[in-house]
């Protein structure tokens, strides 16, 4: 059984930081893609940043220079360092694995991410 599980939530204030991570289990994690995505009240889910199993890493135009995701391969594990926050980053964020082949895609449970001003 497939298990993503978020962590790393919480309040910042504007310009402060936190480190989101997520943990997996059941899956074998270098055949994944790893991402992360965000979905604000009244507003559909969107990707903020993936990295593939040897590093390789992508993010949306609002996050970039200030957002990092990173993967450690021996702890089944991906991370989201998030730096200068604003308040238009608060969601919830969903950790999300996509196999590299075939469709399988699973997601965590959400972690809440509030920058109050």
């Known amino acids: 059984q497939v298990q993503l599980v978020e962590s790393g939530g919480g309040l910042v204030q504007a310009g402060g930081s936190l480190r989101l991570s997520c943990a997996a289990s059941?899956?074998?994690?270098?055949?994944?893609?790893m991402g992360w995505f965000r979905q604000a009240p009244g507003k559909e889910r969107e990707f903020v940043a993936a990295i593939n199993w040897s590093g390789d890493t992508s993010y949306a135009d609002s996050v970039k220079g200030r957002f990092t995701i990173s993967r450690d391969n021996a702890k089944n594990t991906v991370y989201l360092q998030m730096n200068s926050l604003k308040p238009e980053d608060t969601a919830v964020y969903y950790c999300?694995?996509?196999?590299?082949?075939?469709?399988?895609?699973?997601w965590g449970q959400g972690t809440q991410v509030t920058v109050s001003t």
């Open positions: 999300k694995a996509r196999a590299i082949r075939g469709a399988a895609d699973y």
């Open positions: 059941g899956l074998t994690f270098t055949s994944y893609v």
